[in-house]
């Protein structure tokens, strides 16, 4: 699979479902490269990507040193506590606050104001990380007390399900949760973004106003 006509394709899919959706802006597109090498990862830099996402800290410091310094790195993935140290302070973007001791530990070890999305299990699926729908808002205003963690936005994982319309569904509530928080005009929490959408839900993500996509198999394929 060739990246670049990947990408054009995911690019077009994206144009025609923000158009669907009437969103003016599409979104962003990050590579989430942790199922493949070093090498396909410098090939969708050189297909001209330059945001790139990592959920594990060794795959993210290989790719990371790695690619060129005009990349932007995502780390996508849960964090455990311990680990904070070693990435917090290379990263451009976190997706996954979803607990204070994590962000008490985000705030201690951060040398500037992190860039973090706050994960919300909006499906309310037992399986996956993040925090409930109507928790979200408490949750961010208790995240006030820690100077170097600025909420961006929200991102969610939607369950991988052939039912559109139930997708969609959930992706709107994010939409609708998200312009709560930034009606609160929260100096911590602009809470301007969404993160989501990934390699079989994209192109609903679009239609809802996504932020960022975070695409792995459909942009840079699977190693064996």
Do not use: W
């Not at 690019?11 to 989430?32: F, R, Y």
């Not at 290379?90 to 070890?109: C, M, S, V, W």
């Amino acid at each position: 699979m060739d990246v670049q006509q990947s990408l054009k394709q995911i690019n077009e899919q994206l144009e025609m479902h923000c158009k669907k959706g009437n969103i003016s802006t599409l979104p962003d597109v990050i590579a989430v490269t942790k199922y493949v090498t070093i090498e396909r990862a410098k090939d969708a830099y050189n297909a001209g990507i330059r945001q790139f996402g990592e959920n594990r800290l060794e795959g993210f410091q290989q790719k990371k040193s790695a690619l060129p310094d005009d990349v932007t790195m995502h780390f996508i993935g849960s964090l455990q506590t311990r680990k904070v140290k070693d990435v917090i302070n290379e990263i451009d973007y976190f997706h996954a606050l979803d607990r204070l001791k994590l962000a008490k530990e985000i705030n201690k070890r951060a040398e500037h104001r992190v860039k973090c999305f706050v994960q919300v299990n909006v499906s309310g699926e037992t399986s996956k990380q993040g925090i409930a729908l109507d928790e979200v808002e408490t949750f961010i205003k208790r995240l006030e007390q820690f100077e170097n963690i600025e909420v961006i936005g929200l991102m969610t994982m939607a369950p991988f399900t052939d039912d559109a319309p139930y997708i969609k569904k959930l992706f709107k509530l994010l939409r609708a949760k998200r312009d709560e928080i930034k009606a609160l005009n929260l100096n911590h929490a602009p809470c301007t973004e969404l993160s989501m959408g990934m390699s079989n839900d994209f192109h609903l993500a679009a239609e809802e106003g996504a932020s960022f996509v975070r695409i792995g198999t459909k942009l840079v394929g699977k190693e064996e």
